[in-house]
């Protein structure tokens, strides 16, 4: 069954040409010699990415990979002006980067709801003759062709928003506690990687607040060289604010399991250790206090943790505690205004953006099709017409 979670989709784009101008001579009863009354061309149309909140995926766009915006039309006789091309907008999920397929270089990141980016430019409409008349040519026949389209392949990649990320290994717990804190239900089993897709859930906190955490599929030590899923689905907590951590507590070395979390992140981006976190023992209904109090002293002493229990509710209320507290405190605060100013985008290599598509299966070759071919036009070269 295929997935309805698309995060990588490959796109053709074409604006519209623009209308050629009229050259045009006015013709009327008892006038001899009518000047010169050609219109303008139209302009093509724009092609525009539109930030909008009611998507999560890019899956609407899997099957609609074709977007061609409407060609400028051509101007007439009395100086009339031909209709502006038809715009194309793309709606997609807030957190969407687009990177250009042949090259690999970053384009745009679409961030916010409502926001607009222009991605190709419809071409300019002709000057019509009645746009050349001086005083020593009257009557000129000719006129200006219009701008001719642009197109372009894209990538769009989706990098989820959210506030509280989950980093942990298969089977840690992470799509219980999601499910226990909110009302996502994401897929749960006794076996490793049973998440195969990123989850988002609304936690609701106290006073009719909530914060929004995000569920990605399980990492393994070597994720950053390929192994299991390999660094895929990390991209989803390079925007979060905190990262909760999380380790079962049955494991043989709880610091050790944490330590390999922080290599894996930090190979796949640097920036993500400057991130706050939190640590989560899971699976706490399996250990006893003395026991509980046994591992704590041997825990990392740079972050603070909370021992829990998804299935028995136990610990849970102290740990939205702990997350709500580091989310509203003023160094996270100034940390996220810091890590917003300094974003940058870096141009992708094209082999890893085509090793994504392969992953998605979305390296099937896309093609223009074009039904109205036109010659090649230098930009506003003036075209004789014939009487």
């Known amino acids: 069954m295929e997935s309805n979670f698309v995060d990588y989709v490959k796109i053709c784009c074409r604006s519209g040409k623009g209308g050629r101008g009229s050259a045009h001579m006015h013709r009327a ?18 092609v525009y990415l539109r930030g909008n909140h009611n998507y999560w995926t890019l899956l609407h766009l899997r099957y609609d990979r074709h977007v061609f915006a409407g060609h400028g039309g051509n ?9 502006d091309g038809e715009d194309r907008y793309i709606d997609v999920p807030c957190g969407t980067v687009v990177y250009d397929a042949e090259t690999g270089e ?11 980016v222009r991605l190709l430019k419809g071409g300019r409409g002709g000057l019509g ?14 006129a200006q062709p219009g701008e001719p389209m642009q197109e372009r392949t894209v990538i769009l990649e989706l990098k989820l928003l959210a506030d509280v990320g989950l980093v942990g290994f298969p089977n840690a717990g992470k799509s219980t506690l999601l499910s226990a804190l909110s009302s996502a239900r994401p897929k749960i089993a006794n076996y490793p990687f049973t998440t195969m897709e990123p989850s988002l859930g609304i936690v609701s906190y106290r006073d009719n607040r909530s914060f929004v955490m995000a569920d990605i599929p399980g990492i393994i030590e070597g994720a950053s060289e390929g192994r299991g899923l390999g660094l895929r689905f990390l991209r989803h907590i390079e925007r979060n604010s905190l990262l909760l951590f999380m380790v079962p507590g049955d494991t043989d070395d709880i610091r050790h399991e944490y330590e390999v979390l922080m ?12 991130k706050q976190r939190v640590l989560a023992i899971t699976k706490n209904d399996l250990l006893d206090d003395e026991l509980t109090e046994m591992l704590s002293h041997d825990l990392p002493e740079d972050v603070p943790h909370v021992f829990i229990s998804a299935v028995t509710n136990r610990g849970l209320t102290e740990l939205k505690d702990l997350l709500w507290t580091a989310l509203n405190s003023e160094s ?5 205004i810091t890590q917003a ?34 010659e090649d036009l230098d930009d506003f070269e003036y075209e004789e017409i014939e009487d």
């Open 29 to 46: 009863k008892y006038i001899a010699n009518g000047g010169p009354d050609g219109g303008d061309g139209g302009r093509g149309g724009h």
């Open 75 to 83: 101007g007439g006789k009395s100086r009339s002006t031909g209709h």
């Open 263 to 274: 290599n894996e992140v930090c190979a796949f981006n640097p920036d993500m250790m400057d």
């Open 332 to 336: 996270n605060k100034l940390a996220a």
């Open 129 to 142: 003759n009645w746009n050349f008349r001086t005083s020593t040519n009257q009557a000129p026949r000719y």
């Open 106 to 116: 970053f384009l745009c990141d679409v961030s916010e709801d409502g926001q607009l």
């Open 341 to 374: 100013e300094r974003i940058v985008h870096r141009d992708k290599d094209v082999s890893s953006l085509q090793q994504e598509l392969e992953a998605m299966g979305e390296d099937e070759d896309i093609t223009f099709v074009d039904e109205d071919e036109v």
